[in-house]
């Protein structure tokens, strides 16, 4: 029996070996096999079909209002893998994501060890820092662009605390370093900064939210042992707590990367794709090019190497998750 | 002892002074969306935009929900069943894979879980033909469908996540009573689920309502969602800042509402999104 699919395990029929209730019991297994379908048909089509539906538009020359399904090889992809705004996209994607990670982390972890100090009102803090996660990415681009906005916003405060050089956020067109390699500038677009800090002032709470579960997970005998040992408080932060929280950092890393790569609403609302391109996206060229230019082809292509980044992220983490909790 | 006790009392002080000022850094959009919104259109004024509005006035508010009014009733007509369909399929995937696991149910989690991550560009194109084909193409019932399909992978995970908590003898004991699995689901497990049907709904509704991509891929005009909405206002030039932070406010307040008085139930679902399995 063992290793067929209607198998009895013992956490649910115990060690009963009724002939009859076995074959209940097989039968219930088929109607949980039964209550999965409609779901593994519907995400079958409308994920996994979809998406083989478009790596096939990639292929073809479907580039104007008229769809065209005729082969057309590796053409959309070297095409757009040749153009300014998509070698732009790379570069934006890769610095956004680097720098969102390490800011959420820094601070929703600083904001998470602050919290865990047993303080007052630790949930009224605690909901403060989470709540701009229930605002929608596009409310929130609305706003920050209001608040970031050149002749009014922060820099009026900067004005008023004498500042000469203000910051044009979102409108600058300047990227540091400035090493130019092709077509493209290597570096940090400044215009991306004011899309950072929006984004992490949404993300932030729900690092802090991951760390302190986890920080609440490690036992406070051995933070104890420690200190009896003579460890000094930041002694017992890097040999200790840190060391303890790299699962929960790894989770942390992989969920804001997958939020990273997809950000979209953020981006369409406060700078679009941006002068010269320093705030587009791989997701806004694919909305743009798709949606506006009627470009299909090449719009699937770009979706499809979103993807193929996103999963080289994705899939490995799910299988270790997956696994560690059947361990379990 | 005395010096101890007065360098722990400071460090107490600092921690309380570093949190309050972080607060307040966090919540500056909100006091600046609130007293823009409150400002007329004579008092909105680019180099006082800090100062407290001198005369409230809820001007821009009623002009903000008269552009907005259609489409938050859109976003209910949108939200409300697309996180009941969801929630359901999702207690009932949830109950397979917890209580039911066969060889291969956690191949069929990683499949549908899967499905939460994709960048939705990447299914975009065919998403677009195949409502058109069926005729939901720019129509509510449409984006009810898709929000409900999509919405699936996390439901699953958090209905699957909160029914590994149930102790599986409670099954058994159904089980030996010769209930049956529709009957364990219907009598046993189904009157437990109610808080996580409150995790699910909380954390779907604000999903649901704050999307955008697929709100302005599939509909058009006066069909769209109020995220949209907002951005078309945004996006256009003669529309005064304070009429957007008004916009801005209406478009947030219903998940807000529901943050302030669920909050606890939103962070169990953020949390169960960064999957355990």
Not at chain 1, 283 to 294: A, E, I, L, P
Not at chain 2, 51 to 74: E, H, R
Not at chain 2, 91 to 96: F, K, V
């Amino acid at each position: 029996m063992k290793g067929s699919m209607v198998e009895i395990s013992d956490d649910v029929a115990g060690s009963s070996s009724f002939r009859r209730k076995r074959f209940r019991i097989s039968r219930d297994r088929i109607s949980a096999l039964a209550t999965l379908a409609p779901s593994i048909i519907l995400l079958g089509i409308f994920v996994y079909g979809f998406i083989v539906w478009t790596v096939y538009v990639s292929f073809t020359n479907w580039n104007s209002f008229i769809p065209n399904f005729s082969f057309a090889g590796l053409k959309n992809y070297l095409f757009v893998f040749e153009t300014f705004r998509f070698q732009s996209d790379l570069r934006n994607i890769v610095v956004f994501t680097i720098l969102f990670i390490i800011a959420c982390i820094v601070i929703g972890l600083f904001l998470a060890m602050l919290i865990d100090q047993k303080i007052k009102a630790e949930s009224l803090f605690r909901s403060i820092f989470i709540f701009p996660m229930a605002v929608s990415f596009v409310v929130t681009g609305v706003i920050w662009s209001w608040i970031l906005n050149p002749q009014t916003g922060v820099n009026l405060i900067l004005k008023a605390m004498g500042f000469k050089h203000l910051p044009s956020w979102f409108l600058s067109t300047t990227i540091i370093p400035n090493i130019t390699v092709g077509q493209i500038q290597l570096g940090i677009p400044l215009a991306l900064l004011a899309v950072l800090i929006a984004a992490v002032w949404e993300m932030s709470g729900f690092a802090m939210a991951v760390y302190l579960a986890g920080l609440r997970g490690i036992s406070d005998d051995i933070k104890e042992a420690a200190r009896i040992d003579g460890a000094g408080s930041w002694r017992i932060f890097w040999s200790i707590i840190l060391p303890q929280l790299k699962a929960t950092t790894t989770t942390v890393v992989i969920i804001l990367t997958a939020a990273s790569l997809k950000i979209f609403g953020l981006i369409y609302a406060m700078t679009g794709p941006g002068q010269e391109f320093v705030t587009d996206m791989p997701s806004m060229d694919m909305f743009q090019t798709t949606f506006q230019g009627n470009e299909f082809a090449q719009g699937a292509a770009i979706s499809v190497v979103l993807l193929i980044i996103m999963a080289a992220f994705i899939v490995p983490y799910l299988i270790s998750t997956l696994k560690q909790g059947e361990d379990e | 002892m005395q010096m101890r006790l007065t360098f722990r009392q400071l460090s107490r002080a600092l921690l309380y002074i570093l949190l309050i000022l972080l607060a307040m850094l966090y919540l500056v959009p909100i006091y600046v969306v609130v007293i823009t919104s409150l400002k007329d259109n004579a008092a909105i004024s680019l180099s006082q935009m800090w100062n407290l509005p001198l005369k409230p006035s809820f001007s821009s508010i009623v002009s903000a929900w008269d552009q907005l009014g259609p489409n938050f009733g859109n976003s209910i007509e949108l939200a409300i069943p697309a996180t009941i369909i969801s929630s359901l399929i999702g207690s009932l995937n949830g109950y397979a894979l917890s209580k039911w696991k066969f060889k291969g149910s956690s191949v069929i989690f990683f499949i549908i879980l899967f499905g939460m991550f994709i960048p939705y560009q990447s299914v975009l194109i065919p998403l677009l033909r195949v409502l058109d084909a069926m005729g939901l193409y720019n129509t509510i019932l449409g984006l009810i469908m898709v929000h409900s399909i999509y919405g699936i992978p996390i439901t699953t995970l958090i209905f699957k996540n909160y029914y590994s908590a149930i102790p599986n003898e409670i099954i058994e004991s159904g089980a030996i009573d010769g209930v049956g699995y529709w009957g364990i689901f219907r009598h046993i497990i189904l009157p437990l689920s109610i808080p996580g049907f409150v995790v699910t709904g909380i954390w779907q509704f604000t999903q649901v309502w704050n999307n955008f991509l697929f709100a302005v891929s599939l509909t058009n005009p006066p069909n769209q969602p109020v995220t949209v909405a907002l951005v078309n206002i945004a996006g256009s030039q003669t529309v005064q800042w304070n009429v957007q932070m008004a916009s801005a406010l209406l478009a947030s307040l219903p998940t807000l509402i529901v943050y302030i008085f669920l909050g606890k139930y939103f962070v169990r679902g953020l949390l169960a999104g960064s999957v355990k399995g």
